[in-house]
């Protein structure tokens, strides 16, 4: 509540289900879909990709809001590829395959591509979500959804 009255709140991560299950693992290429979260908006993913273009050895992730917190990762070989087709929808399988197809004369393997995402993966710049669960709303969506019932202006 706190996140859509002011969006002040840094990160919160939470996984809940019926039954007990495992949290997402990046291990599981085909059903994992990598995204931000949902403080950023869908235009985000080409800003962050443009930060790890022109990094220099280090990338350093903001996160908006009162007491600005950074997360700084390394610039790695393919970590630039690997956030340009980043979407919020791709699986990390299909965005490995788009960063081989750029890569045809020296296609890094999964473990190298993993042990790149993995990064971004443990400083939470980056979630997993299974591919059948849809994408979570943006802030502004869901502050829009949460006028509309409660009879205030978008």
């Known amino acids: 509540v706190g996140e859509l009255l002011h969006g002040r709140l840094c990160q919160h991560t939470v996984y809940a289900a019926k039954s007990p299950r495992q949290p997402p693992s990046p291990m599981d290429l085909e059903e994992m879909v990598p995204a931000l979260a949902f403080i950023y908006g869908q235009e985000s993913y080409g800003f962050f990709h443009r930060l790890c273009e022109e990094a220099r050895g280090r990338i350093v992730f903001s996160m908006p809001g009162r007491g600005e917190r950074s997360v700084a990762i390394p610039k790695t070989p393919h970590v630039a590829l690997i956030m340009k087709h980043i979407d919020g929808r791709r699986t990390l399988a299909g965005v490995f395959e788009r ?7 020296a296609p890094p393997s999964d473990s190298q591509l993993l042990g790149e995402f993995d990064a971004l993966h443990t400083a939470h710049a980056m979630l997993l979500r299974h591919r059948d669960v849809p994408p979570m709303l943006s802030r502004d969506q869901m502050q829009q959804r949460a006028a509309a019932r409660h009879g205030g202006g978008a």
Do not use: I
């Not at 960063?99 to 004369?105: D, K, L, N, S, W």
């Open 99 to 105: 960063v081989r197809a750029e890569r045809p004369a």
